[in-house]
C-alpha cells in the first residue's frame, strides 16, 4: 500500500494479535499478547490500560515492529510496522529512558535527530526548541548518565518528539516521576493532543490517564476486557471523579470471570 | 548517510567513554615506549623488540579493545534497550549493524595511528640506543634518546591533559585521554626526525617506515574479528561472545578457518621485515583482500540475525 493510500487509514489498526514468548527450545512460556483487536484513529489519546503482565508494553513493540506476532496483522498508517515510510512518521517513549550515558542531553536529541534524517541545521534548531520545552536548556551539555530519572524522562520525551512525529507512542510516560513531573508530562500530552498529535498511551495511572485520554481499552491477561469513550464512562459513572478507576476494576474483575 | 553517521558516531564515543579503553591506551603506549630502554634484548637486531612489541600491543591490546566495545555497540545495546529504541525510528536493521561496527572500526583505527606511530619511534629510538651503548665507554644499561623521552612524555601527557579538559571544561575524561594520547603520538614522531643523536642523522629517510603497511595488513586481520564479534554479540550475550571469540582468535594462530576466519599468521608480517628485510607487497595485498571479503561476508551475517532478532 503507498503512503497515499496510508494516509487515508487508520492511524493503528490491529487485528486478532497474539504474542507467545517462547524459551531456547521453542517451548511456550507465556501468552502475553491473546487475540487483540484495537484501531487508533487519527487525533485520538489513546489509552492503553491494565495490571503488570497485560500486554501493553509487547502489544506496543509490536505496534513498532520490535517484536514479530505469533498471529494477527498490525498496520501502522495502513503499512507493515518494518516498513520505513510508517517509523519516519512515529516518535515512542520507552517505558525506561533507555539513554546513552555518555552522551550529553543536546547530543542525545541531535543523536535521533540523525536517526530521523533531519539535516544538522534543522536538527539544531529543533534540539534547542525541545530542550527549552521540557526545561533541560541549562543542563543540555552535561551527560545523561548524572541525570535523574525526571531528567532523564525529559530528555527522552524531547528524543522522541524531535522528528515531528504524527503519531506519539508514550509507554509509560509518567513512570518514576514526582507528582510535579508528572502534572507537566499530562500537560505536554494534552498540548500535543490539541495540536493534532495522534497519541497512544499506557499507564497504570487511571486518575491522570481519565485527564488526557480520549479513548481507553483496558487489557487483561492479554485481551481486551473493555473499551470506549472516555467521555462516555464519565458520563456513565456515579464517582465522575473516579470513573475510569471504577470502569477499569470493574473490567478487570469482569475479565476474571470470563477467564474462569 | 545521516542515519549511518550518527549511529556510527555514537559507536565510536561508546567505544572511546570506557575507562577500559583509556588503561588500554596507555598501557599499550607505554609497552611499546619503554621497549627501547631494554636494549639488552635485541634478538640479533637492533630495534627487534620494539618492532614486535608494536605488533603485539596492536594484536593483543588493540583486539581486546576493539572486540569489547563491538559486543558493547551490538549486543550491549541491545540489552540495554537503546538499540530498540534507534530502530523504533526509520533505522534499517542492516544499517545499523554496519554503523555501529563501523563506528567502533574507526576508534580501532585511532588506535592503529596511536601504535603505528609509537612503534615507529620507539623501533628508531631502541636502534639509535643500541649504537649508542656500543660505542659508549664502559657498560650502559640504560639509552635514553629523545625519540623515547618523547614518547613516554606524549602517552602521560595526552593523559594529564585529559584530567585537566575534564576538570575545567568537563570534557569526557576517558573519550580525551584515547584523542589525546593517540594524537600526540604522530606528532612527537614529527618533532622526532629533525632531532639527532651525535654522529647519527635522524631523518625521514632512517626511520622504518615499512612497519605502518605491515600493522595496517594486522589491523585488516582484526577488523574480521571485530565484525565476527558484532554478529555473534546480536544473538549471544557478552560473556560467551567474548569466549567464542578469544578461542576463534587461538585458533586462527594454528589453522584458518577457511571462507569464514582468517589465519592470522597471514597478516603477521613483521617476521619478514626482520634484519631490513622488505614487505612483501602481493602477500599484503592478498591478505588485506581477503580480511575485506570476510569483513563483509561478517556484516551480511550480523545483519541477517539482527533483522530476525526480537527486541523485548
Same mark, same amino acid.
Given at each position: 500500500?503507498?503512503?497515499?493510500?496510508?494516509?487515508?487509514?487508520?492511524?493503528?489498526?490491529?487485528?486478532?494479535?497474539?504474542?507467545?514468548?517462547?524459551?531456547?527450545?521453542?517451548?511456550?512460556?507465556?501468552?502475553?499478547?491473546?487475540?487483540?483487536?484495537?484501531?487508533?484513529?487519527?487525533?485520538?489519546?489513546?489509552?492503553?490500560?491494565?495490571?503488570?503482565?497485560?500486554?501493553?508494553?509487547?502489544?506496543?513493540?509490536?505496534?513498532?515492529?520490535?517484536?514479530?506476532?505469533?498471529?494477527?496483522?498490525?498496520?501502522?498508517?495502513?503499512?507493515?510496522?518494518?516498513?520505513?515510510?510508517?517509523?519516519?512518521?512515529?516518535?515512542?517513549?520507552?517505558?525506561?529512558?533507555?539513554?546513552?550515558?555518555?552522551?550529553?542531553?543536546?547530543?542525545?536529541?541531535?543523536?535521533?535527530?540523525?536517526?530521523?534524517?533531519?539535516?544538522?541545521?534543522?536538527?539544531?534548531?529543533?534540539?534547542?526548541?525541545?530542550?527549552?520545552?521540557?526545561?533541560?536548556?541549562?543542563?543540555?551539555?552535561?551527560?545523561?548518565?548524572?541525570?535523574?530519572?525526571?531528567?532523564?524522562?525529559?530528555?527522552?520525551?524531547?528524543?522522541?518528539?524531535?522528528?515531528?512525529?504524527?503519531?506519539?507512542?508514550?509507554?509509560?510516560?509518567?513512570?518514576?516521576?514526582?507528582?510535579?513531573?508528572?502534572?507537566?508530562?499530562?500537560?505536554?500530552?494534552?498540548?500535543?493532543?490539541?495540536?493534532?498529535?495522534?497519541?497512544?498511551?499506557?499507564?497504570?495511572?487511571?486518575?491522570?490517564?481519565?485527564?488526557?485520554?480520549?479513548?481507553?481499552?483496558?487489557?487483561?491477561?492479554?485481551?481486551?476486557?473493555?473499551?470506549?469513550?472516555?467521555?462516555?464512562?464519565?458520563?456513565?459513572?456515579?464517582?465522575?471523579?473516579?470513573?475510569?478507576?471504577?470502569?477499569?476494576?470493574?473490567?478487570?474483575?469482569?475479565?476474571?470471570?470470563?477467564?474462569? | 548517510?545521516?542515519?549511518? @553517521?550518527? %549511529?556510527?558516531?555514537? &559507536?565510536?564515543?561508546?567505544? !572511546? /567513554?570506557?575507562?577500559? #579503553? *583509556? =588503561?588500554?591506551?596507555?598501557? +599499550?603506549?607505554?609497552?611499546?615506549?619503554?621497549?627501547?630502554?631494554?636494549?639488552?634484548?635485541?634478538?640479533?637486531?637492533?630495534?627487534?623488540?620494539?618492532?614486535?612489541?608494536?605488533?603485539?600491543?596492536?594484536?593483543?591490546?588493540?583486539?581486546?579493545?576493539?572486540?569489547?566495545?563491538?559486543?558493547?555497540?551490538?549486543?550491549?545495546?541491545?540489552?540495554?534497550?537503546?538499540?530498540?529504541?534507534?530502530?523504533?525510528?526509520?533505522?534499517?536493521?542492516?544499517?545499523?549493524?554496519?554503523?555501529?561496527?563501523?563506528?567502533?572500526?574507526?576508534?580501532?583505527? @585511532?588506535? %592503529?595511528?596511536?601504535? &603505528?606511530?609509537?612503534?615507529? !619511534? /620507539?623501533?628508531?629510538? #631502541? *636502534? =639509535?640506543?643500541?649504537?649508542? +651503548?656500543?660505542?659508549?665507554?664502559?657498560?650502559?644499561?640504560?639509552?635514553?634518546?629523545?625519540?623515547?623521552?618523547?614518547?613516554?612524555?606524549?602517552?602521560?601527557?595526552?593523559?594529564?591533559?585529559?584530567?585537566?579538559?575534564?576538570?575545567?571544561?568537563?570534557?569526557?575524561?576517558?573519550?580525551?585521554?584515547?584523542?589525546?594520547?593517540?594524537?600526540?603520538?604522530?606528532?612527537?614522531?614529527?618533532?622526532?626526525?629533525?632531532?639527532?643523536?651525535?654522529?647519527?642523522?635522524?631523518?625521514?629517510?632512517?626511520?622504518?617506515?615499512?612497519?605502518?603497511?605491515? @600493522?595496517?595488513?594486522?589491523?585488516?586481520?582484526?577488523?574480521?574479528?571485530? /565484525?565476527?564479534?558484532?554478529?555473534?554479540?546480536?544473538?549471544?550475550?557478552?560473556?560467551?561472545?567474548?569466549?567464542?571469540?578469544?578461542?576463534?582468535?587461538?585458533?586462527?594462530?594454528?589453522?584458518?578457518?577457511?571462507?569464514?576466519?582468517?589465519?592470522?599468521?597471514?597478516?603477521?608480517?613483521?617476521?619478514?621485515?626482520?634484519?631490513?628485510?622488505?614487505?612483501?607487497?602481493?602477500?599484503?595485498?592478498?591478505?588485506?583482500?581477503?580480511?575485506?571479503?570476510?569483513?563483509?561476508?561478517?556484516?551480511?551475517?550480523?545483519?541477517?540475525?539482527?533483522?530476525?532478532?526480537?527486541?523485548?
Amino acid at each position: 500500500m503507498s503512503v497515499e493510500a496510508g494516509a487515508q487509514a487508520p492511524v493503528i489498526e490491529i487485528r486478532g494479535l497474539r504474542k507467545t514468548f517462547r524459551d531456547f527450545w521453542f517451548r511456550p512460556v507465556a501468552e502475553a499478547v491473546n487475540g487483540i483487536d484495537l484501531t487508533v484513529e487519527r487525533g485520538d489519546v489513546f489509552g492503553l490500560l491494565g495490571p503488570n503482565g497485560s500486554g501493553k508494553s509487547t502489544t506496543i513493540k509490536m505496534v513498532l515492529g520490535l517484536l514479530a506476532p505469533t498471529a494477527g496483522s498490525v498496520k501502522l498508517f495502513g503499512l507493515s510496522p518494518r516498513a520505513r515510510a510508517a517509523r519516519a512518521r512515529l516518535g515512542y517513549l520507552p517505558e525506561l529512558s533507555y539513554l546513552h550515558p555518555f552522551l550529553t542531553a543536546r547530543e542525545t536529541v541531535m543523536y535521533y535527530a540523525g536517526l530521523s534524517n533531519l539535516d544538522r541545521k534543522t536538527a539544531k534548531a529543533r534540539t534547542a526548541e525541545l530542550l527549552e520545552q521540557v526545561g533541560l536548556a541549562e543542563n543540555a551539555n552535561r551527560p545523561v548518565g548524572g541525570f535523574s530519572k525526571g531528567m532523564a524522562r525529559r530528555v527522552a520525551f524531547a528524543s522522541a518528539l524531535v522528528s515531528h512525529p504524527e503519531l506519539l507512542i508514550l509507554d509509560e510516560p509518567t513512570s518514576g516521576l514526582d507528582p510535579i513531573g508528572t502534572r507537566e508530562v499530562k500537560e505536554l500530552i494534552g498540548r500535543l493532543a490539541a495540536d493534532g498529535l495522534t497519541i497512544l498511551v499506557t499507564s497504570h495511572q487511571l486518575f491522570d490517564m481519565q485527564d488526557v485520554c480520549s479513548r481507553v481499552a483496558i487489557l487483561s491477561h492479554g485481551k481486551v476486557v473493555g473499551s470506549g469513550r472516555v467521555a462516555d464512562i464519565v458520563a456513565a459513572a456515579a464517582d465522575k471523579r473516579h470513573a475510569l478507576e471504577d470502569y477499569f476494576v470493574a473490567r478487570l474483575g469482569a475479565g476474571q470471570e470470563g477467564a474462569k | 548517510m545521516r542515519r549511518f @553517521l550518527a %549511529l556510527a558516531r555514537s &559507536a565510536t564515543l561508546e567505544a !572511546l /567513554a570506557e575507562p577500559l #579503553s *583509556a =588503561i588500554l591506551f596507555l598501557v +599499550a603506549l607505554a609497552t611499546v615506549h619503554l621497549a627501547p630502554v631494554f636494549h639488552y634484548h635485541q634478538f640479533g637486531e637492533p630495534g627487534r623488540l620494539a618492532r614486535e612489541c608494536g605488533f603485539s600491543a596492536l594484536l593483543v591490546f588493540g583486539l581486546v579493545f576493539a572486540t569489547a566495545a563491538a559486543v558493547r555497540a551490538i549486543g550491549g545495546e541491545i540489552a540495554s534497550g537503546t538499540a530498540a529504541a534507534a530502530l523504533a525510528r526509520p533505522v534499517p536493521r542492516g544499517l545499523f549493524f554496519c554503523a555501529k561496527i563501523a563506528g567502533v572500526v574507526a576508534s580501532f583505527a @585511532l588506535f %592503529l595511528v596511536a601504535i &603505528a606511530a609509537a612503534t615507529v !619511534l /620507539a623501533t628508531y629510538s #631502541s *636502534a =639509535i640506543g643500541a649504537a649508542l +651503548a656500543d660505542v659508549a665507554e664502559g657498560p650502559v644499561s640504560r639509552i635514553w634518546t629523545p625519540g623515547l623521552a618523547l614518547g613516554i612524555l606524549a602517552t602521560l601527557g595526552g593523559f594529564v591533559a585529559a584530567a585537566l579538559l575534564n576538570r575545567f571544561v568537563r570534557a569526557r575524561f576517558c573519550v580525551s585521554a584515547c584523542l589525546l594520547m593517540a594524537l600526540a603520538q604522530p606528532l612527537v614522531l614529527c618533532l622526532a626526525l629533525p632531532l639527532g643523536q651525535e654522529g647519527f642523522a635522524s631523518t625521514a629517510l632512517l626511520m622504518p617506515w615499512n612497519i605502518i603497511p605491515a @600493522l595496517v595488513v594486522l589491523a585488516c586481520g582484526c577488523c574480521v574479528f571485530i /565484525a565476527f564479534a558484532g554478529a555473534l554479540a546480536v544473538r549471544l550475550k557478552p560473556a560467551p561472545t567474548a569466549a567464542l571469540v578469544a578461542g576463534a582468535v587461538l585458533i586462527s594462530f594454528v589453522w584458518p578457518i577457511r571462507f569464514v576466519l582468517p589465519e592470522i599468521n597471514r597478516f603477521w608480517l613483521v617476521d619478514r621485515l626482520a634484519a631490513g628485510g622488505a614487505l612483501p607487497w602481493g602477500e599484503a595485498g592478498m591478505a588485506v583482500a581477503a580480511a575485506v571479503c570476510l569483513v563483509a561476508f561478517w556484516l551480511i551475517a550480523g545483519s541477517l540475525l539482527l533483522q530476525r532478532r526480537e527486541l523485548p
